[in-house]
């Protein structure tokens, strides 16, 4: 079991980046698989990125050369930069991980991009 908490979510204008962090409430390092997803209104949640224990890292099209995701092991956090915002981007950013074939959420980040 883990618990999962999100932050850096925040107001950007186009063009301009943004670091979320997702802290986990036990060590990550045995994770196999956690990730970033997001959902905008009105659309289904949709993958971001996906990174293993071993740091292999899976992007969305749209997101491949503008997001980096990475983990920290020692700190139990995994991270989420975003560079070259567009509004498209605009919606609730959920991390995800991967325990023992369970899916554990957390709460959301609201990251919204104005033009």
């Known amino acids: 079991q883990v618990q999962l908490v999100e932050s850096g979510g925040g107001l950007v204008q186009a063009g301009g980046s943004l670091r979320l962090s997702c802290a986990a409430s036990?060590?990550?390092?045995?994770?196999?698989?956690m990730g970033w997803f997001r959902q905008a209104p009105a659309k289904q949640r949709e993958l971001v990125a996906i990174?293993?224990?071993?740091?292999?890292?899976i992007y969305a099209d749209s997101m491949k050369g503008r997001f980096t995701i990475s983990r920290d092991n020692a700190k139990n956090t995994m991270l989420l930069q975003m560079n070259s915002l567009k509004p498209e981007d605009t919606a609730v950013y959920y991390c995800?991980?991967?325990?023992?074939?369970?899916?554990?959420w957390g709460q959301g980040t609201q990251v919204t991009v104005s033009s």
């Open positions: 036990r060590s990550i390092s045995s994770i196999a698989r």
């Open positions: 995800n991980a991967v325990v023992e074939l369970r899916a554990y």
């Open positions: 990174i293993t224990s071993g740091g292999s890292t």
